[in-house]
């Protein structure tokens, strides 16, 4: 099976590591993966995006003009990609960022407040894998261990104190994924 997703936001909230995770997840679990990073040149509040795509077979491009799901995490990118998602495609958002809600009625969409998580949590840092435990709640494309083990192998050796909780963040957002009806 194909996955092809867009995750969008402002630099600084970790889209583009979470597009990393995924793919390096993906890779970890033996599957042909795309990540293809798309950005302004400012390093946080610019724009940033990127294109992952996880399939069982071979990928013919990166290069997607249409999306089965799109993670959008301002109202820009929501304006831009939400016309982008096939049709029975899912958007998943979080509430924070958006004013106004996607209004399609020929896809799914899903909110997670990953903002309010991880205030709850007491660290902010997190909110890009409580969004990432939101789309693996709905589309199961890696495993939770495979992401765990993308973690240790991407991230420097000091930081590997920090995968506990960045997999308690990940099943966080496993929970509080909801759909908007």
């Given at each position: 099976?194909?996955?092809?997703?867009?995750?969008?936001?402002?630099g600084?909230?970790?889209?583009?590591?979470?597009?990393?995770?995924?793919?390096?997840?993906?890779?970890m679990?033996?599957?042909?993966?795309?990540?293809m990073?798309?950005?302004?040149?400012?390093?946080?509040?610019g724009?940033?995006?990127?294109?992952?795509?996880?399939?069982?077979?071979?990928i013919?491009?990166?290069?997607?003009?249409?999306?089965?799901?799109?993670?959008?995490l301002?109202?820009?990118?929501?304006?831009?990609?939400?016309?982008?998602?096939?049709?029975?495609?899912?958007?998943?958002?979080d509430?924070?960022?958006?004013?106004k809600?996607p209004?399609?009625?020929?896809?799914?969409?899903?909110?997670?407040?990953?903002?309010?998580?991880?205030?709850?949590?007491?660290?902010?840092?997190?909110?890009?894998m409580?969004?990432?435990?939101?789309?693996?709640?709905?589309e199961?494309?890696?495993?939770?261990?495979?992401?765990?083990?993308?973690?240790?192998?991407?991230?420097?050796?000091?930081?590997?104190?920090?995968?506990?909780?960045?997999?308690?963040?990940?099943?966080?957002g496993?929970?509080?994924?909801e759909?908007?009806?």
């Amino acid at each position: 099976m194909t996955h092809e997703i867009i995750i969008a936001g402002f630099g600084g909230q970790g889209v583009l590591s979470m597009g990393k995770i995924l793919a390096y997840a993906g890779l970890m679990e033996n599957k042909e993966v795309t990540w293809m990073p798309a950005y302004g040149p400012e390093q946080r509040g610019g724009t940033a995006n990127v294109t992952v795509i996880v399939s069982d077979e071979r990928i013919s491009s990166p290069i997607l003009s249409s999306y089965d799901v799109a993670i959008v995490l301002n109202q820009p990118s929501l304006e831009k990609f939400e016309p982008k998602v096939k049709e029975g495609g899912i958007i998943i958002y979080d509430s924070n960022g958006i004013i106004k809600p996607p209004t399609r009625k020929d896809i799914k969409v899903y909110r997670i407040d990953a903002v309010e998580a991880a205030n709850e949590m007491n660290n902010t840092k997190v909110f890009n894998m409580i969004v990432l435990g939101g789309l693996l709640k709905l589309e199961p494309i890696v495993t939770l261990e495979g992401v765990v083990k993308a973690l240790k192998k991407s991230l420097p050796e000091r930081h590997h104190k920090l995968i506990p909780m960045n997999e308690e963040a990940i099943k966080k957002g496993m929970q509080i994924i909801e759909e908007v009806k």
